[in-house]
């Protein structure tokens, strides 16, 4: 492997967390906004392990919240790379949340964020490769060009016409 | 206007936050993931005003980071309700950060978040319709049904070919 | 209207917190001191705006707390600069805490903040002044008179027989 | 000395706080609201010694904040009992602030606080009373009642000339 | 292997934490109070893992802090139960900081924390065993017990006459 | 006394603090980390008054948490210098708890905590001598001496039968 690239378990980064009493609201459930939080936290480091270089959020995709997380749970939130671009990358975040005395676990989240490696001064530099090795992998890295139309799209930096990839998700 | 409705301004909700050392990365720009929280927090405070319930986060739809936010900067997050659907709303939320000192304001985010009101057992409860009132609160209305299409596909909880309101995102 | 005057619109500062846990006594409502320290942030963003300067608290007048907030609740600070001296504001800050789901809405407490306007040395440095417009902002302009004279008394730096201003509060 | 009878050292609570980060503004010093949050609790858990209840903030004299405290400074909030009314107390706080590699330590800040004394219910309940013994816990005690009546005349709950004791820090 | 027996790997727990400016001194870097904190959560995930309880801290053995850790370094905890005496468990927690953008790793920090499984009224209740798998877990296994007989020394419940085992430490 | 000594009075330090939701754990108790944290806070505060520098933390000794504490309840934590070694200190923290409305006052925890001091560059740098005054200061001096030792073994920084301090532990 070469100096220039890195495969997914290179950045890969395992954050655990309790859920304390700050983090919920009046239900005693886990506030999505502090979620979304912890899964930047996560996904930075993984990103900062990727490219060897401080990184900045530059984007999250639609993230939803269909299961309840109580005070008490124990988060684990397990990030990596799945694909990067010139000076960009994107990683997936699963998050999983276990109430250990009731012996319960589910899987309760994932998401994409994108983030952008820079210099000391703040400009973006260029981050190596990522090369995927699984199967999973690699259907993560190629679904990444289709995402990635999307956020342009949505980011209005790109025609819906011109956004091939992302067609074959309405048309194939 | 009945009981069963509200107009945007019942929920438009507006906060002022300082950037403090701990919300900032080492380049002392704030983190993506503190303002995701942030933004969360107003966007449920306007869904309350709005239903009059307690109310937890569905979903945030894909936001994007383009400006740096400098530790020190004063945030104004803007939100209100764009349409309600049976038990859930979709909130609007607009941020700008402003350098007072520099006499720099600059708008730098915007993101749709969706709640869901609940009872006191965390079930779902009917909230009041939406009716928007000026043309711009029309055209949020308007978008809601599209992007709400993409929620349920990206969710893999509708096909992408009954996405109709959606499809003319791609062939208007 | 001069680059040397500002109105109070200029300075309005609108700031909305939920009460957390940890803001909150054993009786489960807001602690005193937290809502000091809100007030603070939310009146030091107020004359930020007016003088386009970094300020720094000089001064808070007497608060009486007669209403408990509960956990939950949520907080509305309203803050507006009410006068400007040589190089000070007076920010007046009225506070509301609201629980959404019950219905209920209460007024909770107002207060006087004082502010100096400080250049990035912390020296002292002239700021703009106030021209109320309201029949209301000139009866607030009015009384700041009175309300220097007695900070000036109380931290012993005027004679109380030379607060001729304050006297009439006595023998009006 | 009674049951219902305390003297002023046994509600003596000093608080030893380290100035974070988080506490200071651009110019790297404390901020004045943080600092009324920290006397809040000093204060309360002085009244709490006093009464032996739960204490609820009642009100907050005028504090003025003349001299900056930088981070990584040491405060010194020292806090006692001046005076017991029915169930309210009044408690007094000296704050000092220590630069201890540099040598350097100063008097910053002293404010009055007042609690009432609640029980579980939230209910004013009655404290025992406060039986002062050096000359200056004596002179604290005797201005109690004009620090008294200055906060039921600015709450609008005493009219101006009925303020009996008020009057001779003005005329005497 | 039964139910009341578990292995090592089934209590692993990796913490990922970014070292924030409020977990910092005036040398930019981490306070060894905070990393304790975070030390005893991750050690208590592990022992919740064991246990399948609720557990609290019993007790936590000398650590030593030979590593200065800096302001953005990202640490890495990894704990995992050594083990089970009747109620109580060991947790074994190693520490590495890393300077992404610089390139350094280093090992920082080990530290034994014991935790007691209790039940919903806090009353202490069974663990199941720990079989160690690997030599470096029996080598950990067979240490526990001498560890065991110094905290019971330092704790003054036991004579050090007593501790057999320990007294190989310094006679072997 | 010289320039070169100190007291252990001159490092004296109360901290109070009130434990707070966030502090605790489902059982509404204080997590034994936050309290560690604390700990570390009161002894380097007066680690820095003994000696005029910036001091780090070098190491906690064995601590053991056998009272659980409250939400609630009021925590003293008083530490001074047992004794100096070239460059670092040992620091000796003992702390209460106190449910005030319950009138329950306990010892919780002791602890000793060693510093080093530093220059700016984080150099160690020479400390003052600590001269023992009372006879429990006196015994703290000498058995700071063991405990030394104790924790030069365990940092596999001394041979144990060099121990000759120690060894007086067992075979006293």
Known sequence: M????????????TM????LPN????????MGGRLLHLMDIAAAISAQKHSG???????????????????????????????AFTSSMEVYIEVTAEN????????TNKAFYT???VDQMGKPINVPELIP??????????????????????AKRMKPEDATELKSLFFS
Request: net charge positive; aromatic share 4%.
């Open 2 to 13: 070469s100096k220039n690239s890195r495969v997914p378990n290179d950045s890969f980064t």
């Open 16 to 19: 655990t967390e309790l859920v």
């Open 23 to 30: 983090d919920t609201n009046t239900l005693n459930n886990l």
């Open 53 to 83: 270089r401080i990184v900045v959020t530059a984007s999250v995709d639609n993230v939803s919240f269909q299961e309840p997380i109580a005070l008490g749970d124990v988060l684990t939130l397990q990030a990596r790379v799945t694909r």
């Open 100 to 107: 250990i005395p009731a012996g319960i676990r589910k899987a």
């Open 115 to 117: 983030f952008v490696a």
């Open 133 to 154: 090795q699984t199967q999973e992998e690699q259907e993560l890295f190629a679904g990444a060009l289709r995402r990635r139309q999307l956020r342009l799209i949505l």
